[in-house]
């Protein structure tokens, strides 16, 4: 305003209400900072609702020494309720879930009733397309709430907060989402029509598995699966199964996994130019994934069958290769379809003019 007095003393600032429809002197307070265009006061603790407010300051009457107290007009004045204070996380449990598990969170301001989420960025890489950022809450108390993490968030680490409708939003809590494991298990090979002519004796079947997983690429192969004719099915052994990983063990995705299948009919009497085959793929798949490095389902794979059908003319034996199949997902696509039921299944056709089989696979999600 204006005509204050530099001196802060030499101000009153006084509240008013309305009582009665008359305007009443609730409190009188004293500036902390005064000038003469502006004063500076501290509130009291006021109930929301509207006051009054009005200013006195001593001032000098005319030219002589005597100074009196002057009044301001009154102007309306407002107390809003003061926002609630911003949620805050103190505590994640467990210290790390794995994706379609259960969180609690402990912390402090939670409103019961508010609409509520948890909210999350990677910290490690970009969003993805297609995944969620944020899961509803279900509040237990002004403490404590619990959320469903959805099934399609990718591992990794993240930075959580608490969003409250209409309150705000925590600071960050750094949070790891837990990798899946996964198994990709072959159960039987089908032959719907062995090789022709058929009357010169059965079918002698080598599969050979070429599997990327994430910046690591490995190769699993049998040894022959015999005397197989039309209608013939195989189980395949058990060190022979399990492609993914291929000890035997489940291992984490944390980008991408491709299994690429390779069918031989190998004549009766090739198994000893079958085994040394096989033992050369493993070197050149490992030799060109070291060269070359992490390749998704493409480049490499393509350059790992190149070269095995090379050693294939290299050691004789005449093996008939019946085509490659190649699988794929990536890690979301993993969560998605292994989805409450933590598996899914497919086949492999390997059809060709003169055969035709079929290979049975299972994907498992392994959450420890």
């Known amino acids: 305003g204006q005509r204050f007095a530099p001196d802060r003393s030499k101000n ?96 402090r301001n939670f409103v019961p009733g508010k609409e509520t989420h ?98 690591f690429l490995w190769t699993k192969q049998t040894g022959e699966y015999g005397d197989i004719d039309d209608g013939d099915e195989r189980n395949y052994n058990a060190s022979d199964r ?20 390779t069918l031989y009919e190998w004549d009766s009497g090739d198994a000893h130019a079958a085994q040394e085959f096989l033992g050369v793929v493993g070197d050149v798949a490992n030799a060109i994934a070291s060269a070359v490095g992490y390749g998704w389902l493409g480049q490499i794979l393509d350059a790992v069958f190149d070269v095995i059908g090379t050693v294939v003319a290299w050691l004789g034996g005449d093996p008939d290769n019946l085509g490659r199949r190649d699988l794929g997902w990536t890690a979301l696509e993993l969560q998605r379809r292994t989805g409450t039921a933590k598996m899914f299944t497919g086949t492999l056709d390997f059809r060709g003019r003169d055969y035709h089989y079929q290979l049975f696979y299972e994907v498992h999600r392994v959450e420890e």
């Open 12 to 107: 009153r600032v006084h509240i008013l209400i309305d009582f009665h429809g008359e305007k009443a002197p609730l409190q009188t307070l004293t500036p902390t900072i005064a000038t003469s265009t502006g004063l500076k006061v501290t509130l009291p603790k006021l109930n929301p609702g509207q006051y009054y407010l009005r200013v006195e300051s001593l001032t000098k009457i005319g030219d002589e020494e005597k100074e009196a107290w002057k009044q301001s007009n009154t102007i309306d004045f407002f107390v809003e309720t003061p926002p609630p204070p911003k949620p805050v996380i103190t505590r994640i449990s467990p210290s790390d879930q794995y994706p379609g598990r259960t969180v609690i969170v402990q912390g």
């Open 118 to 215: 948890l909210v999350w960025d990677p910290l490690d890489f970009p969003p993805p397309t297609g995944m969620p950022q944020s899961a509803r809450a279900t509040i237990r108390s002004s403490t404590e709430l619990s959320v469903n993490l959805p099934l399609l968030v990718l591992p990794g680490r993240y930075a959580m907060r608490v969003y409250i409708t209409g309150v705000g939003i925590s600071d960050s809590s750094v949070y790891t989402i837990k990798a899946p494991k996964y198994r990709v298990i072959f159960t039987k090979l089908k032959c719907i029509d062995e090789t022709n002519p058929e009357w010169a004796g059965s079918d002698e079947i080598v599969t050979v598995w070429v599997v990327a997983a994430d910046e």
């Open 242 to 261: 399990t492609v993914f990983m291929p000890n035997g063990s489940a291992g984490t995705v944390r980008a991408a996994l491709a299994v690429a299948t």
